[in-house]
């Protein structure tokens, strides 16, 4: 009997794909157990992890991310209750993962805003969830800012950032802690959130927070932010940024909106919010 030439390829395709989702399976599951049990040492990992290369190098880019989500979907903890977000991005643990993604940065688009908007890059600006510096250090190389605040709630962050970027004022403060006179009392003209930060508050704590930045000028954010807001499997939300601020300045949505550029899936690559 002749086989079907069409149906083997299939079967081998299928078998192919089960053996490919295995390996990277048992691979995961060892590196889990390797970084629970005998994790690189933060100053190796830095080090590592200081090259673009080792980012955009797929054995890298798949170690630091296995380590990632060893640690940020860890249940447990000392007393026993489930972590929350903020758990993690508090711990000393993030750090592994401010390293690994140092280098992935928006450079490209930053740089079309930079060209377009050369004033949204000048006087005193305010970084929510400042990190270790991962956008600041290209920005301090393209530009200067009359004065420059990092808002970040792991002490662990500003501890190592400190040293990096003497010239920055740190806030170690969380986004519900921030002090709702601060933008006036500072003068703040721009206020920078980079890189998924907001999506793991609740729609209330998102208000509560632009309330607090309503005073200024410009209001930047990258890669977050959809047409409508949208919960997603892991309980995050991106948020429609655009019609909140518009209510709260009391403008047309396309006043407000200078700037607002898609990627794939709908989440937005930036959007530039200006009250002018």
């Keep these: 009997m002749i086989k079907n030439p069409s149906k083997m390829s299939s079967r ?17 599951k060892l590196i889990d157990l390797q970084h629970r049990l005998i994790p690189i040492p933060i100053f ?16 890298t880019r798949f170690y630091g991310q296995e380590c990632f989500m060893s640690s940020y979907y860890d249940k ?27 280098n992935d940065k928006n450079k490209s688009r ?25 956008y600041y250090s290209f920005l301090r190389d393209l530009t200067s800012f009359d004065k420059y605040y990092g808002l970040e709630a792991n002490y662990f ?14 806030i170690n403060k969380s986004i519900n802690q921030f002090d709702k006179n601060f933008i006036d009392e500072n003068e703040i003209d721009s206020v920078y959130i980079f890189g998924g930060v907001l999506f793991y508050l609740s729609p209330k704590e998102l208000d509560n927070f632009f309330l607090k930045v309503i005073n ?16 997603r499997k892991d309980n995050t939300i991106m948020f429609n940024f655009s019609d909140r601020i518009a209510k709260m300045w ?19 690559s930036a959007i530039l919010l200006r009250n002018n």
Excluded: M
């Design 12 to 28: 081998n395709w299928e078998t192919n794909g089960y053996l490919k989702k295995n390996i990277r399976l048992l691979f995961s």
């Design 44 to 59: 190796l990992w830095r080090y590592i992890y200081s090259f673009k290369f080792s980012y955009d190098f797929f054995i």
């Design 76 to 102: 447990k903890r000392i007393n026993g209750n489930s972590r929350s977000n903020l758990d993690y991005w508090s711990s000393r643990e993030s750090l592994y993962w401010h390293y690994w993604r140092f």
């Design 250 to 268: 009391n403008k047309k949505v396309e006043e407000i909106v200078k700037f607002k550029i898609k990627k794939r899936g709908g989440i937005y």
């Design 216 to 231: 200024c000028k410009n209001i930047l954010i990258l890669d977050e932010g959809a047409d409508q807001d949208l919960k």
């Design 157 to 170: 962050c500003i501890k190592e950032s400190e040293n990096n970027f003497p010239e920055v004022s740190f």
């Design 110 to 134: 930053l740089l079309d805003l930079y060209y377009s908007f050369p004033n949204l890059f000048k006087g005193r600006v305010l970084e929510i969830g400042f990190g270790i510096g991962r």
